[in-house]
C-alpha cells in the first residue's frame, strides 16, 4: 500500500514526528508548511496529516493547503502534536477537515513535542519512549485485515480560539534578508519591512524566529515572560501519547 505523510511544522516538532512515521512506514512525506500542493489519492493508498495543535486547534492556514488535497474515501490517520498542554478539539477539526475533502479517518495519534513559545517545555520530545510508543501503533494499524473509521475525540462546536496577542519582531541587528518573509507560512512579513509582522495574518508559529539566520527574530521580552509563566502553569507534568485505532 502507497502511504504518504503531510505535515504542517513552522518550528519543526511536527516534522520530527512525521519523520519518524515516514521512515517506519517507508513512505514519502510532503512538508505542506509553507506552500500547498495540488495531489489527488486513491481508496487503496493511505496518507497520515501530521498538524501541530495551537490552542486545542489546528493551524488556520491548513484549510488554504487542504483545498489542493483530495481523496477518494481514502483511509487517512490523524496526527496531532502538541506542546504538552492538550489536543483538546484539534484531532476531530482535522478528521472534519480530511472528510470534507474526500478522505476516511481509520486511526489518529496524540504525541509530544517541544511547545513553540517556550521550548524547554516539552524538550527532547518525542522520546525514545514516545518513539517505541508509536512504533507499536504503527505496526497494529498496519496488521489490520481492512482499515473501518475511527472517530477521534473532541467536540464538533471547536474550541473558540483567536489566535495569540503577540507576535514576533526583528531587532535592531536585522539585516533584511527576508528569510522570514520567504518562510512565514501565512504571508505576514513584509520583505521590504521585516520588523514586524500583518497582525492580521501572523498565527504566531514562531516559525520566523526558527528559521532566521542571524537569531535577531524575538518575542517581546514583556510577553515572553508572561507566556512562560502561564505555561508552566498550564504545561505542568509529562503528558504521554494517544492513540486510537
Excluded: W
Excluded at 61 to 70: A, E, F, N, W
Excluded at 104 to 129: K, N, Q
Aim: charged fraction near 25%.
Amino acid at each position: 500500500m502507497k502511504t504518504t505523510v503531510l505535515y504542517f511544522s513552522p518550528t519543526g516538532g511536527t516534522e520530527k514526528v512525521a519523520q519518524m512515521i515516514a521512515g517506519e512506514l517507508k513512505a514519502d512525506a510532503l512538508d505542506i508548511t509553507t506552500f500547498g500542493y495540488d495531489l489527488s489519492y486513491d481508496a487503496d493508498e493511505l496518507l497520515f496529516f501530521c498538524f501541530p495543535v495551537y490552542g486545542g486547534r489546528i493551524p488556520s492556514p491548513l484549510y488554504k493547503r487542504m483545498d489542493g488535497v483530495r481523496g477518494d474515501r481514502t483511509p487517512a490517520v490523524m496526527v496531532a502534536v502538541y506542546g504538552n498542554r492538550a489536543v483538546d478539539d484539534a484531532l476531530i477539526e482535522m478528521s472534519d477537515l480530511a472528510r470534507r475533502q474526500g478522505f476516511r479517518t481509520v486511526g489518529g495519534c496524540e504525541m509530544i513535542a517541544p511547545h513553540s513559545l517556550d521550548r524547554s517545555i516539552g524538550a527532547g520530545r518525542p522520546d525514545d519512549g514516545d518513539a517505541a510508543k508509536l512504533k507499536g501503533f504503527l505496526k497494529e494499524l498496519m496488521a489490520k485485515e481492512s482499515f473501518t473509521t475511527v472517530a477521534m475525540p473532541g467536540s464538533h462546536d471547536y474550541r473558540k480560539y483567536d489566535g495569540l496577542p503577540f507576535h514576533p519582531v526583528s531587532g535592531k541587528e536585522c539585516s533584511g534578508c527576508g528569510t522570514c518573509a520567504q518562510e512565514c507560512p501565512t504571508g505576514a512579513i513584509d520583505p521590504g519591512d521585516p520588523m514586524k509582522p500583518d497582525p492580521a495574518k501572523c498565527i504566531s508559529c514562531m516559525r520566523c524566529i526558527s528559521v532566521c539566520p542571524f537569531e535577531v527574530r524575538h518575542l517581546p521580552r514583556a510577553m515572553k515572560l508572561a507566556a512562560a509563566a502561564s505555561l508552566k502553569v498550564m504545561c505542568a507534568g509529562r503528558k504521554e501519547p494517544k492513540f486510537y485505532i
